[in-house]
């Protein structure tokens, strides 16, 4: 991940699919309004949507690969002896889950990372909003973090623990990164349908 050439097209692919939730959301959103596409699909909306992503999808990445550079979750553990084509025994090494790292790193990312991410999110979108209403002010946009944060982080609590239980115990970071935005699809569209 130190090279930045690698990273652009995997980033380039979160973009993507975040932007095919907000597509998604719209497009469900007007079935069961049983309005058109066009009609129900927000721009201005959509743009912010993306915005914000722009900032954390690499963000997100950033701190899953600190977390695994801290942590250093997986240590090979000794598996049974194998002879090769010579005869000659040696070790295969098979990766261990540390539950006691993936523990650190749930606590972790449901804490710091997630109460950041939720929040930014409902800044960022009231700021957004409320700019192209006309009715900007900082005590509103305040108001409207402290009215979404908590709904918002007890909605989280009800999924990504267990999303963030099997990333961390089972993927490395750009393969955790894709599971995370797989699941993240869903997550933004039923956050789409909430907000909008």
């Known amino acids: 991940m130190s090279s930045s050439k690698p990273m652009l097209p995997f980033l380039a692919e979160l973009l993507t699919a975040t932007a095919a939730s907000y597509v998604l959301s719209q497009a469900l959103k ?47 553990a000794k598996k049974l002896k194998e002879k090769d084509e010579k ?12 539950w006691k790292v993936v523990v650190y790193k749930l606590v972790l990312n449901q804490t710091f990372y997630s109460m950041f991410i939720n929040a930014s999110i409902i ?23 402290e009215r979404g944060f908590i709904p918002l982080y007890k909605d989280a609590l009800k999924l990504w ?34 907000v909008t």
């Not at 949507?49 to 942590?71: C, G, H, R």
């Not at 800044?123 to 973090?145: C, H, K, N, P, Q």
């Open 161 to 194: 623990p267990i999303v963030n239980l099997v990333a961390f115990a089972c993927f490395d970071t750009l393969p955790r990164m894709r599971f995370l935005t797989a699941v993240n699809l869903v997550w933004s569209i039923y956050l789409i349908l909430m």
């Open 30 to 76: 007007a079935y069961t309004n049983q309005k058109p596409f066009l009609e129900t699909f927000d721009i201005p909306a959509f743009t912010d949507f993306i915005l914000f992503n722009l900032f954390k999808v690499p963000v997100s990445t950033a701190w899953n690969t600190l977390l695994d550079d801290i942590f250093d979750e997986k240590k090979p």
């Open 123 to 145: 800044a960022f979108m009231s700021f957004r909003r409320r700019s192209r209403e006309g009715t900007m002010s900082w005590d509103a946009v305040y108001s409207d973090l």
């Open 87 to 98: 005869n000659e025994t040696k070790l295969q090494s098979t990766p261990k889950i540390n």
